[in-house]
């Protein structure tokens, strides 16, 4: 069992010695990570400047770019094997509901997918580290388990997971979760540079709109490790009908305009 590990929090970050060195103990392990922090940073990746590895003293390679570069970059040609698992994390801080969207931890873990990997997204629910090594061990369960029932395979999977910051012996099950949803952003916060030029800061995360029962908000407050399957396709299915229709009027708008 060959596991790639990559993060946004930068290599030398607690989250990502931690889960090497749970994951370490039951497969041979690979981390390829940002040089700095990279939260926030999704999918992203470098085209306009080129990127670097360097090999540090644990073993641990980091690359000046985002985390979905050091993915990549791993498995276009960086690697001479294709790993089985790719694994982010552990982050500091959740992960859930629109919080996805802009993470960089679940842009390496959707980079591995992207390249037909099955990955997970790890993140702690709460920052600072808490119970970190209780997270690591729990992830390393959730993958232990998944060798053990042939879970990794050749066919592609993404999930995002979410750990409370609880003593190992009181962390819950893992429960199967929608993503819930948090209301919009908090308000640009503004500030006067020593130049006198205004700077912008972009505002905390919203708070929860939606963590009713099923969500990863919900299950993650009972004390539950949240567990949720993502894909890629952003079609809206459900309203492909509507603007099948909007885009007949359109196209005949169009074509009276034209003429």
């Given at each position: 069992?060959k596991i790639?590990?990559?993060n946004?929090?930068?290599?030398?970050?607690?989250?990502?010695?931690?889960l090497y060195?749970?994951?370490?103990e039951?497969?041979?392990?690979?981390?390829?990570?940002?040089?700095?922090?990279?939260?926030?940073?999704?999918?992203a990746?470098?085209l306009?400047s080129?990127?670097?590895?360097?090999r540090?003293?644990?073993?641990?390679?980091?690359?000046?770019?985002?985390?979905?570069?050091?993915?990549?970059?791993?498995?276009?040609?960086l690697?001479?094997?294709?790993?089985?698992?790719?694994?982010?994390?552990?982050n500091?801080?959740?992960?859930m509901?629109?919080?996805t969207i802009?993470?960089?931890?679940?842009?390496?873990?959707?980079?591995?997918y992207l390249f037909?990997v099955p990955?997970?997204?790890?993140?702690?629910?709460d920052?600072?580290?808490?119970?970190?090594?209780?997270?690591a061990r729990?992830?390393?369960?959730?993958?232990?388990?998944?060798?053990?029932?042939?879970?990794?395979?050749?066919?592609?999977?993404?999930?995002?997971v979410?750990i409370?910051?609880?003593?190992?012996?009181?962390?819950?099950?893992?429960?199967?979760?929608?993503?819930?949803?948090?209301?919009?952003?908090?308000?640009?916060?503004?500030?006067?540079?020593?130049?006198?030029?205004?700077?912008?800061?972009?505002?905390?995360a919203g708070?929860?709109?939606d963590?009713?029962?099923?969500?990863?908000?919900?299950a993650?407050a009972?004390?539950?490790?949240s567990?949720?399957?993502?894909?890629i396709?952003?079609?809206?299915?459900?309203?492909l009908?509507y603007w099948?229709?909007t885009?007949?009027?359109?196209?005949?708008?169009?074509?009276v305009?034209?003429t």
């Open positions: 069992m790639l590990i990559s946004d929090d930068g290599y030398l970050a607690p989250g990502i010695v931690a060195e749970a994951l370490k039951v497969a041979e392990v690979e981390v390829i990570a940002p040089e700095q922090n990279n939260s926030a940073k999704s999918n990746l470098t306009h080129p990127l670097y590895v360097t540090v003293s644990n073993g641990f390679r980091y690359v000046n770019g985002t985390p979905a570069d050091c993915v990549h970059i791993a498995l276009s040609g690697l001479d094997y294709r790993p089985d698992l790719v694994v982010s994390g552990i500091n801080g959740a992960n509901g629109d919080d802009y993470s960089g931890t679940v842009g390496a873990a959707m980079e591995g037909g990955s997970i997204a790890f993140s702690q629910v920052k600072d580290w808490v119970q970190l090594e209780s997270a729990k992830a390393r369960d959730l993958v232990l388990a998944m060798m053990q029932q042939h879970l990794i395979t050749s066919t592609p999977w993404l999930l995002n979410n409370p910051n609880l003593p190992y012996a009181d962390i819950g099950t893992v429960k199967l979760c929608r993503l819930g949803r948090r209301h919009a952003a908090e308000k640009v916060i503004q500030q006067r540079s020593p130049r006198g030029e205004t700077m912008y800061w972009i505002g905390a708070p929860v709109k963590d009713a029962d099923g969500t990863d908000f919900h993650t009972q004390g539950h490790v567990m949720t399957p993502l894909k396709d952003l079609t809206d299915h459900d309203s009908g099948a229709q885009a007949s009027r359109l196209a005949s708008g169009l074509q305009a034209s």
